[in-house]
């Protein structure tokens, strides 16, 4: 059977611990990392364990088993959310550096590939589940490692001034990550502009049939240039354009030419009844 995604659990991270723990003990797969057991979460589901941060684990897709790796699956880090303002969320973003500075691991101006079905799928299950207990969904825009070949994407929790990360929280992304498909009949695009929570791209993803991959904040946008912006797009896999927050972020040099500018309105809104029944056909499809 064909690897579909690999998690990695970083034993030094609160979240993927916490998370590792809700699954309890998981049967061996076939092959080792670094001595330790590849473990079956699910059909087509792998788990690894690592011992230090997951940020700067920096090309961990090649010490994957080889057979493994050229599944070419996706990588899923459940992680710890932390910022400046200790926002309480639940956030789903893809890997890499805009910038001229790579301080939270990866490189400096390099992006890793994204998977965008897999990623709106987190985040509209995640978006479900958490109204339950108050804590909002977001799509998070790319800023750091590590650096794999691997499509990869974080699905993380803030959880603020707290000692431990919500045991709510903790469930619905153990729920969740078993649950993930690559959603079908969405249009792919690369978001610009906009805040780091991504709001806007957040709002036009859960409404509409839209699956982001690399979101470029408005605050990056000053000092990009012409070949981030097409490695960018290049590793958004599946990328159709460009959605733009703003008119006039769409007028920045570096983007001209790159790819088709998109509108809102280019993709259906999703059906009504749709959002409340993804977790359930997600359930039914994991047979659980």
Known sequence: MTTEVVVIVSESDPVARAVAEEWGPLPPAEGHVDGAGVRMLRDGIVLVRRPGPHIHDEKVDLRLPKPLWEDRPTLIFPSIHKSERNVPCLTVHALGNPGPKAEFGGRPRTFVPADPLRMVS???????????????ATYEATHHGPEVDLPAFFVEIGYGELPHPPREAVRLIAEVIPRIRSAAGEKVAMGVGGGHYAPHFT????RRRWALGHILSRHVLEGIDRATVVQSFERTTGAEGILFARAEDARHPAFREVAPRLREQDAPPRTEGEAGSSMDAARSASGT
């Open 203 to 206: 709002e036009v993803a859960l």
């Open 122 to 136: 987190a985040l509209r299950l995640l978006d479900e589940g958490a109204a339950a207990f108050g804590m909002n």
